[in-house]
């Protein structure tokens, strides 16, 4: 479980290193469906407390460096090749977090298109949705079927170190 105090303070000397610190700063904030954010406007990088509570020390590392990563690269290179490029020279390495900023483990309802590709939503969807990899537009060859699952625990977990 990380710290929180201990994940400002690598915030923060992340962002002497690799930004401008007269302009760019660091927060939490309270998503749960994703880890972190870099506010380009704001110049604000914030990390999900909830989250930032429940990753190990090495996850919040690379959850910043991803961050870290967008500032550098600007708005227009999102996940891009020229992102990639800067996310790797600064050590972020990718692995474990899908793309370092969702934080899939919190969402109830898991859904599964037949092909197996994977759903999360905080609710369930109202509407019959079929899966957006398989088909563009809806297809009801490709229904997404819904399931809940158990979060409470996880839940628990994030407030507990969150305290
Ligand atoms: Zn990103
Ligand atoms: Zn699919």
């Known amino acids: 479980m990380a710290d929180l ?62 961050e870290v990563a967008h500032a550098l690269a600007g708005p227009a290179a999102a996940h891009g090749p020229r992102w990639v490029a800067v996310a790797r020279e600064i050590g972020y390495e990718g692995s474990r977090l899908h793309d ?4 899939d483990e919190l969402a109830p309802w898991i859904g599964r298109c037949p092909a197996g590709h994977e ?10 949705v079929s899966c957006s990899v398989c088909a563009r537009g ?3 060859a490709h229904v997404i079927e819904w399931t809940r699952r158990d ?9 507990r170190a969150a305290r």
């Not at 759903?119 to 019959?128: A, E, K, L, Q, V």
Request: glycine residues 4%.
């Open 138 to 140: 809806f297809s009801s």
């Open 151 to 159: 979060v409470a625990a996880a839940r628990r977990a994030v407030h």
């Open 100 to 103: 370092g900023e969702r934080a």
């Open 5 to 66: 105090q201990r994940v400002t303070r690598w915030a923060n000397a992340l962002i002497a290193l690799h930004l401008d610190a007269r302009v760019w700063s660091f927060g939490f904030d309270n998503a749960k469906t994703r880890a972190g954010q870099c506010n380009y406007t704001a110049h604000r990088i914030t990390v999900s407390r909830y989250l930032a509570a429940r990753y190990e020390d090495d996850e919040i590392h690379q959850i910043l460096l991803h």
């Open 119 to 128: 759903y999360f939503r905080h609710r369930r969807p109202t509407n019959r």
